[in-house]
Nanobody
């Protein structure tokens, strides 16, 4: 059973930084290895829809970012460690949300229903 586990969330002051991690396991059960999956970070604030923040493809490591985080967030992956990261800099209060890691086979998608697997999320709170 494929599994994704997020970590690295917490409380940070505006302008600060956090690095989120998402570690995968059990993906060989799907018939494919971790490196062929596209990994996407979503976030959801209270009362708002879950939105895609960034994704990174497994085929060619092409990345994509929401306009709201471009220039501040960086996604990366380490296929040896089966881990995807989200480096978040210059954090703003509006970045506060539960951040979820999700995986799908093949290309990036902004639609949550296209994801094959989800983590449980990690809470990020940006506040003074």
């Amino acid at each position: 059973q494929p599994q994704l586990v997020e970590s690295g969330g917490g409380l940070v002051q505006p302008g600060g930084s956090l690095r989120l991690s998402c570690t995968a396991s059990g993906f060989t059960d799907s018939g494919f290895t971790f490196e062929v999956y596209t990994l996407t970070w979503f976030r959801q604030a209270p009362g708002k829809e879950r939105e895609a923040v960034s994704c990174i493809r497994g085929e060619d490591i092409v990345t994509n970012y929401a306009d709201s985080v471009k220039g501040r967030f960086t996604i990366s992956r380490d296929n040896v460690k089966n881990t995807v990261y989200l480096q978040m800099n210059s954090l703003k209060p509006e970045d506060s949300a539960v951040y979820y890691c999700a995986a799908r086979f093949h290309s990036c998608s902004n639609h949550r229903n296209d994801m094959n697997y989800w983590g449980e999320g990690t809470l990020v709170t940006v506040s003074s």
